[in-house]
């Protein structure tokens, strides 16, 4: 009966340790799905601008520089190995969506399994009052 418990307890701190990294990983998930939607709506707003309006770019938290806008269909974008090319609004914006369908998938699945763990984790501990 003494090695039952003690399996079950070895398992039930696994599980608990796992639960926590995966919910840390689904708010992860969550925070890239925000930072995502929220570019989006950034680059409608600035397709949507009128030329010539003057912005304040943030440069650092709290940290702006005033510049007026030149462009509104077309955005820098940085492909990786700091290798940035111009793309237009709509690509961009397509892109972003391709993301976020990736990330919103992966949500889901790491949340499955933040579901998963919880009944297991809630069943060991069940199984574990019996012996107390």
Partial sequence: ????I???LV???HI???LQQFSGFYNELTGKVAEITSILQALEDIKNTELKKKLLVPVAPGIFLQTELKH???VVVNVGSNVCVKKTIDDTKA???RRLSEVE???AEVGNAVQQLN???AQLSQDLEKYV
């Fill in 105 to 107: 998938q992966h949500q």
């Fill in 11 to 13: 398992q039930y701190q």
């Fill in 72 to 74: 509104n269909s077309e």
């Fill in 16 to 18: 608990s340790e796992q």
């Fill in 1 to 4: 009966m003494d090695e039952e």
């Fill in 119 to 121: 009944e297991m984790e």
């Fill in 6 to 8: 003690k399996r079950k």
């Fill in 95 to 97: 892109l972003l969506h």
